[in-house]
């Protein structure tokens, strides 16, 4: 099953790795475990994931991609809303984009799952309450639309901090370190 993997930096694999190579090409020590696409290939080999994560795009921009990205896939997962938080642009217009990939995907014949945005350690709390709202939203659009959730939220969230990654499961505060995605591919990841 071909599934493409549309979002940002998150799906991407940065700061450790980059689906473009020109981008991978400036970073220092690229490491493909960086990608929790590539965990979740690891326990589900019968699947090909096509990772078309942009790092730094909010969810219209990533919207934006779509048509160029969907060819031959059967099934699609989209990730994002972290940029459209630090940018400070509303929720619901990032809910809504998601969405409306979301039910573009469904109208195309694909299997379709939505994931939730991930704490974000280098924010403050207006971010905060803003993952909070978006995630709830995100939720809805999963439960309304009947298709699968991926707590990537959940997955990476510290325990005694619910608006905080654990150190460990962080690069630089922003993104997932190596054992952060393979925590998203391994227990995240469900079959679309």
Do not use: K, Y
């Not at 699947?47 to 099934?75: K, M, P, S, Y």
Request: aromatic share 6%; proline share 7%; glycine share 8%.
């Amino acid at each position: 099953m071909i599934i493409v993997c549309l979002g940002d930096s998150i799906t991407a694999g940065s700061p450790l790795w980059d689906p473009d190579p020109a981008v991978r090409a400036r970073i220092s020590e690229p490491d493909e475990r960086s990608q929790w696409q590539w965990w979740a290939a690891l326990s589900t080999p019968q699947l090909d994931f096509r990772n078309h994560g942009v790092n730094g795009e909010r969810t219209d921009q990533i919207a934006a991609r779509f048509d160029d990205v969907v060819h031959g896939a059967e099934a699609l997962i989209v990730q994002g809303g972290i940029n459209d938080v630090v940018q400070r642009r509303p929720v619901e217009e990032a809910a809504r984009n998601l969405a409306g990939m979301c039910d573009r995907g469904r109208s195309l014949g694909f299997r379709v799952a939505l994931a939730d945005v991930l704490p974000w350690n280098n924010g403050d709390d207006r971010a905060a309450q803003d993952i909070v709202r978006l995630n709830e939203l995100v939720r809805a659009i999963a439960e309304g639309l009947g298709m699968p959730l991926l707590p990537f939220h959940d997955t990476l969230v510290d325990p005694a901090d619910p608006h905080r990654m654990p150190h460990e499961w962080t690069d630089d505060g922003n993104h997932p370190s190596v054992e952060g995605h393979r925590l998203l591919g391994e227990r995240a990841f469900v079959v679309p």
